[in-house]
């Protein structure tokens, strides 16, 4: 691991409430001085920190970036992803949907027939619905791994097109003429696939992308269609 994945690993653990004291970091990285204080002012430059009176603030949006770029420098993944919580993937990714005119609902729960379900994020655009799972991955996943998580979301996902209108759940989409259901996941870090089986993996700081680019894509994607004629 490089010593500035070092640094940017301590920085991760101590801001987890949004603030630290530059000297609390330098001992915690257990770095020379000079050049803490040199990796601290490159990331200032780099908007991933801010420095104000001696104390390092960071957001949630930071923090991902923190994380993302500590495992492209030799981090160790698992390391990383402890430091994080399984709210800030979905944090995020609320904040880039409602952003970009989303209306987002975060762990929805519903059920159909005799089965539970929940989805992390479910957010609405006319005519989208996208359901995304946050998977805060410990380690590289295998295929196999992966191929069940796309199966069990693409199944979620059927399950909520299929269970709607429903009084119990609160979405704009049941007031459209179609509604067109997309499962997506979201993760960590780039994944060997961008898509498997039509579903698209996400990594998070490319949420932004991924959300522009779907309406001119939305041919190479898998989707569950559904019509509401009459409402209950």
Known sequence: MSLEAKLLTSLLKMTKANSVLIEDVKIDSRLPLEYCSSLLKKLQQEDIINIIDNQIEVDTTNRLKIAVKA????ADIQDISNQLDWHEFEEITAIALKNNGYSVHNNLRFKKIDHRFEIDVVATKKPIVLCVDCKHWKRAITPST???IVEEQTLRT?????????????LPCTQWEKA???????????????FYYEVPIVPVLQIQDFISQLPLNMDSVKVFSQTFQTLT
């Open 158 to 170: 059927k399950a909520l097109a299929d269970s709607l209108p429903n009084k119990k759940l609160a």
């Open 180 to 194: 067109m259901f997309i499962p997506a996941i979201l993760s960590l870090i780039p994944n060997a696939f961008k």
């Open 71 to 74: 495992i492209s420098l030799g």
């Open 146 to 148: 992966l191929k069940r």
